[in-house]
């Protein structure tokens, strides 16, 4: 520093000043509530507004809460154990807790069944939902089906094991003869599993006790166990089937092009409630006379019929959005249709529908309650009928409806959480 | 699909049906259509020889013959001598009037949740995704029973309006909430009343017109005429000063409370309310969905080009973000439409007479005739999802993007 200004000017700073703390008003939390919460009149109107509104829900809900009772077996029992208190009849759950779970006339002593094929559930998607599973899990996914059915259903182990041998048969005939064409493997494959199936009815004839569990009839099924049936097998076979209308809808033969479009349209355009109508009372008359399906499967073939529509739809706009220059490219390497839609097509537009499916997934879950409305007892059909019904628990609403609204969000919020997570781990392109 | 094939080489063979690309789709096609036509006939065969083992026949004879049944909410004149047609009438208007109530409240509370998801304010925002999050993961159908089992148990009923210290009291002495439906008043048109309405829907002709004037002269002249406050002065005065100027002719009935029940006045069930609300905010969340994600779809380039341009916010809004926003908000806004009109059928539930109760329920269980009631149910349905479609696709047409 020189002292040339020293005559003319009075000071010159040669330091910098130190930095000085923001004032209080723009710093940490108070600034984010200025920017967040107050910023103006409309917005601090909202915040008090909403403020006051979350009090009023947590100084209503947390004595109900706080008070709630477990363990009584009815509801007079229950207000008076409360004795005047706001509170919650949680007994209600505890004690209907299997009914809820799986219906009214399931077995009590072959609970365990389902709760097994549940927890099994879990397992064996794993290596489905999980891109870094070790991959041989899937073997146990691809048995999975023939258990689940086992366990719940009971009878003899022999006809699930058939049903698998005849999908084993059939996928090795098809590799047999794939490297023909797609259309002879897929003809054999077939073939080898009807042949299968046949051979395979007599030894479960001649042998129906072998391992067997008791057998529970499909009207006996109920509660959220119901639901999960309905949900995962509606989409698991949904999906291939709505890939297939996919495919025929984007075909260039207009007699199929139009099957598949006047099949998606109809579907589309009624609610799902008539469809379930059709499965109660008209599908019998177009079954053979003295057949006699199962009620829960008749629902099941509406019902997949219903969210096939719907994902053939979705498919349709992640094949839509596949860059022309795709197709292109598999027709220049000389592949076939089936061939190209196997390894360069489905597995691109699959992975662009893939929020899409699941959004088609979470709505057909919901819309398994709707089975109550023809007399199913499924979880909602339960609390609306045994259970509100009986002398016991009328007039339980809040504890038993809330217990229906938390257990779909738990699953329908973690499966959108899991799409969205997903999509990120499949984001392969660079942004 | 392929264009690869060999050239043409001599005359036509058999085998070519399936190994020439040009020829196999021919195959295909035939057999899809055989395997179609052979599995129809197989339904139809085993439908009519059912028909015959049960003595039945297919028939629409019985929309004719007297449906017998009361239904407790009507638009139309209707009796229980009423045909089964004038029947199912009724549950066709009962089922556009709550799909017509839900679609307004739904958008009013969807695009007002939309909105405010985006807001600057956190404790809103957050409530608003806890709202979407909730309502959209849980079946339609456990809201409507529960929205229907909140009303019977917590409002009161009709008698505990009673008496002199009465439990529950009307609300403005002219609306009372009950467990069993909401009673308000009832407009009564005496004579005269004719020309009020008439200088009413003039006056909304006039607003419509004065926009349009504005608008034209926004964009031809660069002129600025204010509409807000003629808007509101127009939709007001003239309608009042008629109303005065013929000696106040239109009235209102009030709901009395006769005996045990409300007389009088406009009364809504209970069973219409229950699913009015829960349709209405189970498709407010995803139509806050979609309102979120178009107007987030308006890149932020538009508005700061507006900015520079020099325009204020709410023209901003107004003239670049809302119209581009709109292009993304209607297409899913009016599959949302279709859904809720879809899920009304779920009226079944809590007993509303719609199409699917009265139709689809007492007629089908009176008549037996299952099959028929289910084909017109479907019909009705799909005809309502093609017309809307087919205005969908108009609409779409007219709103995209001219390129090229």
């Known amino acids: ?78 207000r008076e154990a409360l004795d005047g208190m706001t509170g919650a009849c949680f007994s209600v759950l505890t004690e209907r807790w299997n009914q809820l779970l799986f219906g009214f006339q399931y077995p009590n002593d072959a609970y365990w069944r389902p709760t097994l094929a549940f927890f099994l559930l879990i397992v064996a998607l794993v290596p489905v939902l999980y891109p870094k599973a070790p991959r041989n899990m899937l073997i146990f996914t691809a048995i999975y089906p023939f258990l689940a059915f086992w366990l719940i259903w009971g009878g003899t182990i022999l006809i699930p094991i058939v ?56 009207r006996d099924m109920g509660g959220f166990m119901l ?114 839609t196997r390894l360069i097509i489905m597995p691109q537009a699959l992975k662009i529908s893939i929020p899409g499916i699941v959004n088609v997934a979470v709505g057909l879950f919901k819309d398994t309650v709707l089975v109550s409305v023809i007399s199913m007892f499924d979880l909602v059909g339960m609390i609306r009928g045994p259970i509100l019904a009986s002398t016991e628990w009328n007039g339980v609403y809040w504890e038993l409806w809330g217990f229906a609204v938390f257990v779909f969000f738990i699953v329908c919020f973690s499966i959108s959480k899991y799409s969205q997570w997903l999509e990120r781990q499949l984001a392969t392109d660079h942004r | 699909m392929s264009t690869y094939s060999d050239p043409p080489s001599g005359s036509f063979q058999l085998s070519m049906l399936i190994n020439d690309t040009r020829y196999r789709s021919y195959t295909f096609q035939f057999v899809a259509l055989l395997l179609l036509v052979l599995g129809m006939a197989y339904l139809g065969w085993n439908l009519v020889q059912n028909l015959a083992a049960a003595g039945l026949n297919i028939s629409y004879q019985f929309l004719g013959e007297p449906a017998g049944y009361d239904i407790n909410q009507t638009l139309i004149p209707y009796t229980s001598q009423s045909s089964h047609w004038q029947a199912s009438m009724v549950g066709v208007l009962n089922t556009l009037l709550v799909a017509f109530l839900g679609c307004i409240m739904a958008t009013i509370i969807g695009v007002a949740v939309g909105v405010l998801r985006l807001s600057n304010n956190w404790i809103v925002r957050q409530l608003m995704s806890i709202y979407v999050e909730i309502f959209r993961n849980v079946p339609v159908l456990v809201w409507i029973l529960i929205i229907m089992a909140i009303f019977i148990a917590v409002l009161p009923q009709p008698r505990d309006f009673r008496g002199d210290d009465a439990e529950a009291s009307m609300f403005l002495n002219a609306f009372a909430f009950t467990g069993r439906g909401f009673y308000s008043p009832a407009p009564i048109f005496g004579p005269g009343s004719g020309v009020v309405v008439a200088v009413f829907l003039a006056s909304i002709a ?63 069930r209970n069973s219409l309310i229950a699913l009015w609300f829960a349709l209405s905010i189970y498709t407010a969340a995803f139509i806050a969905e979609n309102v979120r994600a178009g107007i987030l779809a308006v890149s932020k380039g538009q508005t700061e080009a507006a900015a520079s341009l020099g325009m204020r916010p709410n023209r901003i809004m107004n003239l670049v973000v809302l119209p581009q926003a709109l292009r993304v908000i209607i297409p899913p806004l009016i599959s949302q439409y279709l859904n809720l009109t879809k899920n009304s059928s779920l009226a079944i539930a809590v007993g509303y007479m719609d199409l699917t109760g009265t139709l689809g329920g007492i007629t089908l269980n009176q008549t037996g005739r299952a099959i028929e009631c289910i084909v017109l149910l479907m019909l009705f349905y799909l005809t309502i999802s093609l017309v809307i479609s087919a205005l969908m696709n108009v609409y779409n047409n007219a709103v995209k993007l001219k390129e090229r």
């Open chain 1, 1 to 78: 520093m020189s002292d040339t200004h020293a005559q003319s000017v009075a000071f010159v700073r040669d330091t910098m000043i130190p930095e000085q703390a923001p004032p209080a008003s723009e710093a940490g939390i108070i600034k984010w509530m200025r920017e967040n919460l107050f910023s103006g009149w409309f917005n601090t109107i909202l915040t008090l507004v909403s403020l006051y509104f979350i009090y009023q829900i947590v100084t209503s809900a947390y004595p109900w809460f706080a008070n709630g009772i477990w363990t009584t077996s009815s509801l007079a029992e229950c």
């Open chain 1, 163 to 218: 049903a698998m041998l005849g999908f084993v048969g059939g996928y090795f005939a098809f590799k047999q003869f794939d490297h023909q064409s797609f259309a002879m493997g897929l003809l054999a494959g077939v073939i080898a599993a009807v042949v299968v199936w046949w051979v395979g009815g007599f030894a479960t004839g001649a042998a129906p006790n072998l391992l067997a569990l008791e057998a529970v009839p499909s």
């Open chain 1, 227 to 340: 639901n999960m049936i309905l949900g995962t097998v509606c989409v698991a076979l949904s999906l291939p089937i709505g890939i297939v209308l996919a495919l025929g809808r984007q075909s260039h033969m207009p007699i199929i092009k139009w099957i598949c479009v006047i099949f998606i349209e109809f579907i589309r355009g009624v609610p799902l409630i008539t469809l379930l109508f059709v499965a109660n009372v008209v599908l019998a008359y177009f079954l053979p006379p003295g057949t006699n399906f199962d009620l829960i499967l008749r629902v099941i073939i509406m019902i997949t019929l219903f969210a096939s529509a719907y994902i053939a739809e979705v498919i349709r706009g992640g094949l839509a959005a596949l860059p022309r220059g795709q197709y292109e490219a598999a027709d220049s390497l000389g592949l076939d249709y089936a061939q190209s």
């Open chain 2, 206 to 268: 006039g607003i419509f017109a004065l926009r349009n004037y504005a608008t034209k002269a926004l964009y031809q002249r660069g002129q600025l005429i204010p509409t807000l406050w003629p808007s509101i002065a127009l939709f007001f005065i003239p309608a009042i000063l008629a109303f005065y100027i013929m000696g106040r002719p239109i009235g209102l009935e009030y709901p009395e409370l006769r005996g045990f029940n409300f007389q009088g006045g406009v009364f809504m």
